[in-house]
């Protein structure tokens, strides 16, 4: 479980990122935050592993808080995965895959072939193993990027809009991806994207932020779907237009669903 | 400066001497460099070759490269004629490389953008290549005004008129102040030189000074070019 | 083109070649000069250039220092030294020392600046510590544009040594000024062109160390921009690959 407790972030140049921000992500399941660019999202992401500290407040994790860690210890048993993978150019995929077990002292064999391993669980070939990340395509590195990440066994994954350069056919395979992995692995994965269709397939718990990390609802997709706290909710998760809004039809007895423009999307099962 | 206001009128001929020296190479190295560059851009081998022969050349010491004039220009070991190719040589072998990552810099979005307007293409080299290398041309321009005027010194050594004579002169007769003054006197031409290039770049290309955090790549790039250099 | 050949029959006569004033013995003088010079260099400038690139602090200083040192006319702070130290081989040794300092110092922090900082925000964030980071990550990736730096810098001493005899340092510009003051200008001659050859020689060993440090996973993506893209193949570390002199 982590906790944000009252957090807020100012950086140097006077911009407040974040304030006040109280939020408690469950363990286990997936906790989207999504938003717009400048609401914080990243921010409140980075705070986590203390990629960045806040100016105030506090962050939990399993009820121990951050601030009391070496920043780099906790990094090593958060697996963190972002855009464009961040994988090191210099070394083959499986070294990149190995990084963090490496660092934290594990042998190097050990690494390695515990590595092999994970390219088998993000569906990659184990061919790939030797060779460097600029060989592999886009999807390719992201997976990498994933396996490096699930490397140390961590309990928590954080993604930052980890599928936002790769195309939209892969990127749904990545998001079928994802939550498998979620599921059979049973990790606490943080996930930052401004996608809300994408926020809405992977969350268990989605976080709507408005600017300066200020949160405009919490729930599930359904709650939210349900129940928009406001119009700027409303209008974000476009449950007022388009194919959101959807209406039951008669057509030869059976119950047509119709989207806002009379589009058919599917047949109600009795 | 005791020494210096005794031998004002020596130092002032000098330094004029040492520009009429170093600024003929600086702009005849400029001018020859960009049609080496676009021809080296053209094509793919050109590129190759081209920048192979121009490190080359400019891999060859000062002093030796003096003394090989002669032989190969016919004229007198004593002519100035002989410093002047030779620093248009080194202009050449260093702009060549800068100016030719300049026109490969230009956005090929921009280019293919004003042949789709319909510029042909040399109006497409003269009103969109040119200009918008302009920003990299000048950092090049830069370095070559810099080290050409510090190399124009070594001319002195084969007897050719420059400010190079203070160290000379000053290490025959034991003036440390003479030397000292002499290179004082090759610095203030050399920063001048530069603001000069500086301000022309602000009145040519008003449109690339760009906001402090762009400027990253620029000044990347000019740290790139620093770590080459000269003797 | 027969003093050409002249200056080659100076070079070819045994007589120039062996003892203390021969050839020989001068252009080892140069190579002394060139390595110890830029080792002297690269000892002082390399730890500053990581910390700079590293950082990013002093590095405005760094960059108008290597770019103001570039004006400095090596022969006015050669016989400047000479004056003070005296003739002999210190002071050609520390002018060639200031030679060399701001090609490696620039070629050190432009190595780590070139490594994207996405990069090393990965490195961080998957807890490597500033040291790891450097080692792991900015040194091999940064190594090629280093090379680059110390490659410059040894060219540039190389040709510069030759001015170490004009305070009575030796090398082989010895034979340069004695033949201009003997008007013996096979002897000039036939030490330019040695000089020249060692250059030459140097530049070419330099360009293939340069090839040999590129990471792999550097190269490999050059390999597969070359045949994909055909325009850019050398931005990130290339340019001053053959920036060099």
Redesign the interface.
């Known amino acids: 479980m982590i906790e944000f407790r009252s957090v807020t972030k100012q950086f140097p140049d006077g911009t407040v990122a974040v304030k006040e921000f109280d939020l408690v992500i469950p363990p286990r399941k997936t906790t989207v935050l999504v938003g717009s660019s400048g609401c914080g999202k990243t921010t409140l992401l980075?705070m986590i592993?203390r990629?960045i500290d806040p100016t105030s407040g506090h962050i939990l994790i399993d009820g121990e808080d951050t601030a009391a860690l070496a920043p780099?210890?906790?990094?090593?048993?958060i697996g963190?995965v972002?855009q464009?993978?961040?994988?090191?150019?210099?070394?083959?995929v499986i070294d990149n895959v190995a990084?963090?077990p490496v660092?934290n002292g594990v042998p190097k064999k050990e690494a390695r072939a515990h590595a092999l391993e994970l390219l088998d669980t993000v569906g990659l070939d184990r061919s790939l193993a030797d060779?460097?990340?600029?060989?592999l395509s886009g999807g390719q590195q992201q997976r990498v990027g994933v396996a490096?990440g699930l490397a140390a066994d961590p309990n928590i994954l954080l993604m930052d809009e980890p599928f936002g350069a790769v195309d939209p056919i892969v990127r749904a395979e990545l998001q079928q991806e994802t939550i498998r992995l979620q599921q059979g692995l049973g990790k606490t994965v943080v996930f930052v994207t401004h996608d809300i269709d994408e926020a809405f397939l992977l969350g268990h718990q989605v976080v709507i932020l408005q600017k300066g990390g200020h949160i405009a609802q919490v729930g599930t997709p359904a709650e939210i779907l349900a129940n928009p706290a406001d119009d700027f909710v409303a209008s974000f998760v476009g449950a007022d237009k388009g194919k959101r809004v959807l209406r039951i039809e008669k057509v030869g007895g059976r119950d047509v669903v119709v989207d806002e423009n009379g589009t058919p999307t599917g047949v109600l099962q009795p | 400066m005791k020494w210096l206001e005794s031998n004002f009128e020596l130092v002032w001929q000098l330094t004029l001497a040492h520009i009429a020296l170093s600024v003929p190479p600086i702009v005849i190295g400029f001018l020859i460099s960009i049609p080496i560059a676009w021809v080296a851009n053209r094509y793919r081998v050109s590129r190759g070759t081209i920048l192979v022969v121009l490190g080359l050349l400019y891999t060859i010491p000062s002093l030796p490269l003096f003394i090989f004039m002669p032989i190969v220009l016919g004229t007198p070991l004593l002519s100035s004629v002989n410093v002047s190719v030779a620093l248009t040589i080194y202009a050449v072998a260093l702009m060549v490389r800068t100016a030719a990552d300049g026109l490969e810099s230009v956005d090929k979005d921009t280019l293919l953008a004003a042949s789709a307007m319909g510029y042909s293409a040399w109006q497409r080299f003269w009103r969109v290549e040119l200009p918008l290398s302009g920003p990299v041309l000048l950092s090049g321009l830069r370095v070559v005004s810099a080290s050409t005027v510090s190399l124009a010194t070594i001319g002195s050594v084969v007897g050719v008129t420059s400010l190079g004579y203070l160290f000379i002169n000053g290490f025959q007769r034991n003036i440390a102040a003479e030397v000292i003054t002499g290179i004082v006197a090759v610095l203030v031409i050399a920063v001048v030189f530069d603001l000069i290039l500086v301000l022309l770049g602000r009145v040519v290309l008003p449109w690339s000074r760009r906001e402090r955090t762009g400027s990253t790549r620029a000044s990347r790039r000019q740290a790139a070019l620093l770590s080459g250099g000269v003797s | 083109m027969n003093l050409i050949l002249d200056g080659i029959a100076w070079i070819l006569d045994p007589a120039n070649q062996t003892g203390p004033g021969g050839w020989f013995a001068r252009l080892g003088e140069q190579l002394a000069y060139t390595f110890g010079a830029v080792a002297i260099a690269a000892i002082i400038a390399i730890p500053l250039g990581y910390l700079v690139g590293h950082t990013g602090r002093g590095r405005d200083v760094a960059v108008s220092l290597s770019g103001g040192f570039r004006a400095l006319p090596s022969l006015g702070v050669l016989i400047l030294l000479g004056l003070g130290l005296g003739i002999g081989f210190r002071a050609p040794l520390i002018t060639f020392v200031i030679l060399a300092i701001p090609p490696i110092l620039a070629g050190a922090y432009a190595g780590f600046e070139a490594v994207d900082r996405k990069t090393i925000d990965a490195a961080r964030a998957v807890g490597m510590t500033e040291g790891q980071i450097v080692r792991q990550v900015e040194v091999p990736l940064g190594l090629p544009l280093l090379i680059g730096g110390i490659r410059s810098g040894v060219l540039q001493v190389v040709a510069t040594a030759t001015l170490a005899a004009y305070v009575s340092g030796g090398a082989l510009g010895a034979f340069i000024f004695e033949g201009v003051a003997t008007r013996n200008y096979s002897e000039t001659l036939g030490a330019s062109i040695l000089v020249t050859l060692l250059a030459l020689i140097l530049e070419g060993v330099f360009a293939l160390i340069q090839k040999l440090v590129v990471p792999r996973g550097v190269v490999a993506r050059e390999i597969k921009e070359v045949r994909t893209v055909s325009s850019r193949p050398r931005a990130a570390v290339g340019s001053p690959i053959q920036e060099g002199k």
């Open positions: 980075r592993n990629m780099v210890k906790l990094r090593r048993r963190y972002m464009n993978s961040g994988l090191l150019p210099h070394r083959k990084t963090v660092l060779k460097y990340p600029r060989q490096r």
